[in-house]
């Protein structure tokens, strides 16, 4: 299984951006898609969730509001919408697979990474 990003550059505060993700590989089954971010000095964390069958979704409270995730079942794809960026958005993105866990937010649930988006925002 393949996850590769998409999207990702710099923009001005109140701007912004829409990343993607394309999945491939024979194999790909997956119980929740998320993303997550990782902030120079910083842990990764959790953004956005989605889960794969029904598209429940879930957020960091940091971005409620402000960000979107969707999926497209046929496609294996999943995007995040980002609105109202915030210099403190800034980050490198990661989408992620998780094949066993519904709705986790912990990175050590997640079974494949795709290599990661820079995304900035300039105040």
């Known amino acids: 299984v393949q996850l590769v990003e998409s999207g990702g550059g710099l923009v001005q505060t109140g701007g912004s951006l829409r990343l993607s993700c394309a999945a491939s590989?024979?194999?790909?089954?997956?119980?929740?898609m998320a993303w997550f971010r990782q902030a120079p000095g910083k842990e990764r964390e959790v953004v956005a969730g989605?889960?794969?069958?029904?598209?429940?979704?879930y957020y960091a409270d940091s971005v409620k509001g402000r960000f979107t995730i969707s999926r497209d079942n046929a496609e294996n794809t999943v995007d995040l919408q980002m609105h109202s960026l915030k210099p403190e958005d800034t980050a490198v993105y990661y989408c992620a697979s998780s094949i066993s866990y519904i709705g986790s937010r912990a990175v050590r649930d997640y079974d494949y990474w795709g290599q990661g988006t820079q995304v900035t925002v300039s105040s």
């Open positions: 590989g024979r194999s790909f089954s997956s119980k929740t």
């Open positions: 989605i889960i794969w069958s029904g598209g429940l979704t």
